[in-house]
Structures are given as structure tokens and as C-alpha cells.
């Protein structure tokens, strides 16, 4: 199994609703990331995890909360977001983070649009 | 800091034809290079990752880079273009070591389009 799968798809919330992005990998990659995508430009990097720590954060507003259960669960709780805020968002893993050379294995995205 | 610049937002080949695709790169330090290819509604896949065993490097599906220090260069190329092919490119640059493990860094992207 080389698939991160993301639920959900699509997402429409209004600005003062509180939602979940999930994203699940059965691969044993201890490293899980998030990428936010606007339309026509490319992703960018939002949270680092390895081995279920946070690693990176890449000074993204705190109505944007990653949580890393287990090793192979990635969540991005979302409350109170803006309409710039609507992008596609992309889930990815990788077997460590170590080296800065891993190949990462991304998931489809959650298209999000925020009303 | 690192950054890659990729040269034309579009580029369109008729199939069969030649693929090129550029990056060109900026680091302090031995870059770790990378393309990548994201089809429509879809996440991005690896086609290929340069980092320093060989300077010419063979990915998935026919394409293949090669690493110029004295140009900065990058290049993505396929010899002969599938319409299947179709899809955006990005090229994308990590550093190696220090504290920014993780940090994928892309260029703003290449549409290629095949025309039949």
C-alpha cells in the first residue's frame, strides 16, 4: 500500500464553523507533512511532524491546529477560517526525515472553500 | 535561503516531440533538486530526485535531469512527449542538513500541454 488517502474530498465551512481535515498513510513513514495549494501556484508548507512530534511550523495562524495521533494519522483542525483561507490542501509522508532527500508520497487534497 | 525558478508558466510540444522543462536553482549549500508532476484533482508524484550520487539522474516515465553546478541548472527532459504527459511540473529544492529538514521548496510550476 503506497497511497495517503485524505478525507474529505471537498469541504465548504462558514467562518465560524470548526472542521477536521484527515489524512492516513499505512506505509510506516514517521515523517507526515501539510501543504497548503492556492489555485495556479504551488504548494507550501505548513507543519512538519516526525515521529509523531511537530517539527516544523511554518509560522501558520493558530486557527490552523495539526494533531498527530499515531504514526500513521495526521488531523488539521480548522476553526474560525477566512475565505483566503479556501486552497487545496495536501497531505504527504515520508519514510524519515533525516537526510532532507526523502521521497515524499502525497495524498489527493482536500479542496477546501471557506463562506 | 534556497529557491528554485522555473523558466515558462506554459510550454507546449506536439506529441512525440522533445519535452524540456527549466529550474534553475539558488543555494548556499549542496541543494538536494527534485521534479515533481501533479495531474488535475490529484496530489504530486516524484518523477525524480537529484542528490549528488550522479549528475545525470533517470526518473518514472521516460523523463531524466541533469544536475550543471556551473549553470545552477536543473533541467527536466523526455524525448519524445505523450499526451499522456500532460499534467504541471514543479521543481523543487531542499537543503541538505542543518535545522530545516523537511522543507520542500517549489518552483511556481510548468503547465505542459501535448498536442496530438
Known amino acids: 500500500d503506497t497511497e495517503v488517502t485524505q478525507t474529505p474530498k471537498h469541504l465548504v465551512m462558514g467562518m465560524t464553523n470548526k472542521k477536521s481535515l484527515k489524512c492516513e498513510q499505512h506505509?510506516?513513514?514517521?515523517?507526515m507533512y501539510w501543504y497548503k495549494q492556492k489555485a495556479k501556484k504551488p504548494p507550501e508548507l505548513m507543519f512538519v511532524y516526525s515521529y509523531e512530534k511537530l517539527s516544523i511550523n511554518e509560522s501558520v495562524p493558530s486557527r490552523f491546529s495539526p494533531e498527530c495521533p499515531n504514526s500513521s494519522l495526521l488531523n488539521l483542525h480548522l476553526h474560525a477560517l477566512q475565505p483566503e483561507d479556501s486552497a487545496l490542501y495536501l497531505c504527504?509522508?515520508?519514510?524519515?526525515?533525516?537526510?532532507?532527500?526523502?521521497?515524499?508520497?502525497f495524498g489527493s487534497g482536500t479542496q477546501l472553500s471557506v463562506l | 535561503a534556497q529557491s528554485v525558478t522555473q523558466l515558462g508558466s506554459h510550454v507546449s510540444v506536439s506529441e512525440g516531440a522533445l519535452v524540456l522543462l527549466r529550474c534553475n536553482y539558488s543555494?548556499?549549500?549542496?541543494?538536494?533538486l527534485f521534479w515533481y508532476v501533479q495531474y488535475p484533482n490529484q496530489g504530486l508524484q516524484l518523477l525524480l530526485k537529484?542528490?549528488?550520487?550522479?549528475?545525470l539522474v533517470k526518473g518514472i516515465n521516460g523523463f531524466e535531469a541533469e544536475f550543471k553546478k556551473s549553470e545552477t541548472s536543473f533541467h527536466l527532459t523526455k524525448p519524445s512527449a505523450h499526451m499522456s504527459d500532460a499534467a504541471e511540473y514543479f521543481c523543487a529544492v531542499s537543503r541538505a542538513g542543518g535545522t530545516s529538514y523537511g522543507k520542500l521548496t517549489f518552483g511556481q510550476g510548468t503547465i505542459l500541454t501535448v498536442h496530438p
Open positions: 543555494s548556499s549549500v549542496p541543494p538536494y
Open positions: 506505509m510506516g513513514h514517521r515523517a
Open positions: 504527504a509522508s515520508s519514510q524519515e526525515v533525516v537526510q532532507g532527500n526523502e521521497k515524499l508520497f
Open positions: 537529484y542528490t549528488s550520487a550522479a549528475t
